[in-house]
């Protein structure tokens, strides 16, 4: 299974930008998704996730009602839809796939990186004031 993340760019506070993510060598449809993104001199932390049939989305707090995640399982592609961008959303973005779906409504494994195992190579998101 191959992922390839697409669409950052350089883009001024308060605009927007959709990133996507295509997958290749198996359905999407088997695989949880999810995003996470990496500032310099930071750790890698969850952004956003959603569920194999695209019912559920779970989002960090610092994103939320700014960002949309959606998927489209026929077109093999997950997209994160991001508005109102921030400076502080400055980031190299990572679309991030595991086999298997949310477990339990208390459970937040889905935000931990280790729980992954397919990544794609990352695209840059930088927002300028």
């Known amino acids: 299974v191959q992922l390839q993340a697409s669409g950052g760019g350089l883009v001024k506070a308060g605009g927007s930008l959709r990133l996507s993510c295509a997958v290749s060598g198996r359905s999407l449809s088997w695989y949880l998704m999810a995003w996470f993104r990496q500032a310099p001199g930071k750790e890698r932390e969850f952004v956003t996730a959603?569920?194999?049939?695209?019912?559920?989305?779970y989002y960090a707090d610092s994103v939320k009602g700014r960002f949309t995640i959606s998927r489209d399982n026929a077109k093999n592609t997950m997209y994160v839809q991001m508005n109102s961008l921030k400076p502080e959303d400055t980031a190299v973005y990572y679309c991030a796939g595991r086999l298997g779906d949310f477990v339990g409504s208390g459970n937040k494994d889905f935000e931990s990186p280790q729980r992954y195992v397919y990544w794609g190579q990352g695209t840059q998101v930088t927002v300028f004031s």
């Open positions: 959603i569920s194999r049939d695209g019912s559920t989305q």
